[in-house]
């Protein structure tokens, strides 16, 4: 009999699940069901879709007419309200009833609300994780001078850095010492902080607003070290809560997201996850693990289309994270000490040259690395991380691009 798939979310990791099981099998039925009302599009290009380098076009990765020559039926605007594990059938917000002899659930998340007291009174205040998101925050940007910024995490720096790029006057308050605190350390901080200060954002750091008002027409922040941050629209970037809502009541465990085996499946049968949702078993850290990349999540879809077809394969990879830094380059690679925090670790950095690069390392195995500035060498030490061999040499030989080679 032909296969029933059912995919819920079309983000990369459902995308990718999709696509690969039609490589694998022409007959088989495919349903992918989308809360957005856009057909796939690049998540990591909207950080440049805010500052205005792409039009909108270029940030589609798929047409409508694209998932009919698939043969992906696609219902968008739509959400499961069940999943009927028993049955194997899930559905949806629309009435529609859809049979699946395996399900990939790839819903992510959506931004957590505002957690600063009085912010509900603050009409202009926007998450960043969508395309309409980023168009309302356009939009919104092109009618005002003054961006409060919050929170110390990536979306928050894709904000400053897109909105102080549109010429925007942007004061970015956050809980840390600096930016990425668990990751980098005082001097890695240090650089952002000045690279950031150079294109003219404002740093409030290790602060918090206690209390909004409104003052001479504009919006006021007054922070718990007593300043007066004056702004006309708020963006924040304070994490996720995941959309685990359609696999309550099937068996699967859930611990913020939905948690996996190596292979990506639940504990409901014939139920895997991917991308953020995911709370897998990662084979470089012998533990469970949560990851929101782009890359990742498109190695989970893959790995997950294999598994839902019969393949029983490990999932392994290292996941990646480039973005532009204020007019440079940050990497992110493997494993970082949010992550594991007991990591050994080597480092070399330079103010004036404006480059920082650090390693992880875990039973002499290299598992991670961060770098601002030029990504020199960054392909190959993916490479040495994907081998799990031992490092024999001085861990700081690795530091120099021109060892790498």
Not at 88 to 110: K, N
């Amino acid at each position: 009999m032909t296969r029933r798939y059912v995919i819920l979310g079309n983000g990369i990791a459902g995308q990718t699940c999709a696509e690969e099981l039609r490589a694998q099998d022409g007959e088989c039925s495919i349903v992918m069901i989308a809360a957005e009302r856009h057909p796939l599009y690049n998540r990591v290009a909207l950080p440049r879709y805010l500052r205005g380098q792409v039009r909108e076009e270029k940030v589609m990765m798929r047409s409508l007419a694209q998932y009919a020559e698939r043969g992906l039926e696609i219902h968008f605007e739509t959400w499961a309200t069940e999943v009927d594990a028993k049955a194997q059938l899930v559905r949806t917000s629309r009435g529609q009833e859809f049979p699946y002899d395996a399900l990939l659930i790839a819903t992510g998340g959506r931004p957590k609300p505002p957690p600063w007291p009085g912010s509900d009174e603050v009409p202009e205040i926007y998450g960043f994780q969508t395309l309409d998101d980023t168009k309302a925050i356009i939009t919104r940007a092109e009618e005002c001078q003054r961006v409060l910024v919050m929170g110390g995490s990536f979306i928050a720096y894709e904000l400053a850095e897109g909105l102080v790029h549109r010429g925007k006057r942007v004061t970015w308050i956050m809980r840390g010492p600096w930016f990425l605190r668990y990751i980098l350390d005082a001097e890695g901080g240090q650089l952002c902080r000045q690279l950031g200060e150079a294109m003219g954002v404002e740093f409030c750091c290790e602060d918090e607003v206690q209390r909004f008002s409104r003052q001479n027409g504009l919006f006021q922040g007054e922070t718990q070290q007593g300043r007066r941050v004056q702004f006309e629209m708020m963006s924040y970037g304070v994490g996720l809560e995941y959309y685990v809502e359609p696999a309550q009541g099937t068996g699967a465990e859930l611990r913020r997201g939905l948690v996996t085996d190596v292979r990506l499946q639940t504990t409901a049968p014939n139920v895997y996850a991917a991308g953020d949702i995911a709370v897998f078993y990662d084979s470089m850290l012998s533990r469970h693990n949560q990851m929101g990349t782009w890359d990742n999540a498109e190695a989970h879809g893959r790995t997950a289309a294999h598994n839902m077809a019969g393949a029983g394969e490990d999932f392994f990879d290292v996941p990646t994270y480039t973005t532009t830094m204020f007019g440079s380059t940050l990497a992110v690679m493997g494993i970082t000490p949010d992550i594991e925090p007991e990591l050994e670790s080597v480092r070399t950095y330079s103010f004036e040259q404006k480059f920082y690069r650090k390693l992880f390392f875990r039973k002499d195995r290299l598992v991670g690395a961060i770098m601002i500035g030029p990504p020199k060498g960054r392909k190959k030490l993916i490479e040495i991380m994907r081998s799990q061999a031992r490092i024999e040499r001085p861990k700081e030989d690795l530091l120099d691009p021109t060892n790498l080679v």
